[in-house]
């Protein structure tokens, strides 16, 4: 009876496991799919330099995440790191790095093939000769970061719009003053312009549109865009459309078209009125020329998750810019964020392992 007892028991486990496996599998894929990855045109198998890889180095926290990602790719050797100075310690001879990124860490790993970022921006890698010459396939967090920078975006633009951050300056002296408040932007009817429709700049859009506000957006690669946008140009219409908006939102990755894009032209089109919200890289703004237009009234206002330089020195003239708010890089801190992150390391891993079509490649050539 006892046999039986402990088989049934054994058998029991065995079933949990696999169904706690399959669950969270299929957990994985919804995430994934809520997001609309883009798979690359070719499965990884039909590559003449692809072979099924025999080790991958992964960012995990503990033990538990490193079985988690064991589960996709079982024939593999999944070796767990907390950072570079330990995946530097095991990346000689690594086929993958999933996590981090840095010439220094590539330049340790003579034969990876491929090199998982776990960020959006790609600008730490993008310049790695090896990435570049297609030796090293890059992949990065395309979209996961949606709402989360979204939702930040549109903090800092009520924070602006509802003059938030003049209450909470009279909030800390003990000052009740509406006055000194002044008169608010309302959100319903103005419009926003989103520079850069990606990801992150669909989700922007979308609760934008949510406070019955215009959006309008430019995007690099064509002029297609959700039905929430009311209007999509290229690129090189930025400096047409930023003079017709009330709120400019900086959504682009850093990129040799966008190093510098915001500068003292584009601020001088912008109307007085109109408030500038960076959520993109600090790289994207002539800071000198940000802070002037600050100062001399061009513009009404920023709120910069991002700057350059990255921190802020104490006493740059940003911090005592008055209607400026500034947070420290924050935007991606995110709970959900994490949870898709870990789903598409594991997604990937799994893809890697079997030769399939790998999710979220970077192109070299644009540079995200």
Request: charged share 20%; proline share 5%; aromatic share 6%.
């Amino acid at each position: 009876m006892e046999h039986f007892v402990q088989s049934g028991l054994k058998t029991l486990c065995i079933l949990l496991f696999a169904l706690g496996a399959t669950a969270s599998a299929n957990g994985d894929m919804s995430v994934i799919d809520q997001m609309g990855l883009e798979e690359s045109s070719s499965p990884l198998r039909e590559m003449s330099n692809w072979a099924p890889p025999k080790k991958i180095v992964v960012l995990a926290e503990n033990e538990a995440r490193v079985q988690y990602f064991l589960k996709a790719a079982p024939d593999v050797q999944i070796v767990g790191v907390r950072g570079p100075r330990e995946a530097m310690a095991q990346l000689s001879d690594a086929d993958a790095l999933v996590g981090m990124c840095s010439p220094q860490l590539v330049a340790n790993a003579p034969k990876l093939k491929w090199v998982q970022s776990q960020l959006a921006g790609v600008d730490d890698c993008i310049e790695v000769p090896r990435i570049q010459n297609g030796e090293i396939l890059f992949t990065n967090m395309q979209r996961v970061n949606g709402s989360n920078v979204a939702e930040h975006a549109m903090a800092l633009t009520l924070t602006l719009t509802r003059r938030l951050n003049a209450a909470l300056e009279n909030q800390a002296e003990g000052s009740w003053n509406r006055r000194g408040l002044g008169p608010p932007l309302d959100l319903d009817g103005a419009t926003m312009l989103v520079v850069g429709l990606g990801g992150i700049g669909t989700e922007i859009a979308r609760r934008a549109s949510a406070f019955n506000m215009r959006v309008i957006a430019t995007r690099n690669s064509s002029r297609n865009g959700p039905a929430f946008v009311s209007y999509v140009g290229l690129a090189d219409e930025l400096p047409e459309l930023i003079s017709e908006a009330d709120v400019v939102i900086n959504a682009t990755p850093l990129t040799p078209a966008t190093e510098g894009l915001f500068n003292s032209e584009l601020f001088g089109r912008m109307k007085r009125t109109a408030y500038f919200i960076n959520i993109g890289r600090g790289g994207s703004v002539v800071t000198s020329d940000l802070v002037d237009a600050l100062q001399s009234g061009t513009i009404a206002g920023a709120g910069l998750d991002v700057t350059d330089p990255e921190p802020l020195p104490d006493n740059h003239p940003l911090w005592s810019t008055p209607n400026v708010v500034i947070t420290p890089h924050v935007a991606g801190a995110s709970q959900i964020k994490l949870d898709r992150m870990w789903a598409v390391f594991r997604e990937n891993i799994r893809r890697f392992a079997a030769g399939d079509k790998m999710l979220s490649v970077v192109s070299v050539e644009q540079g995200y």
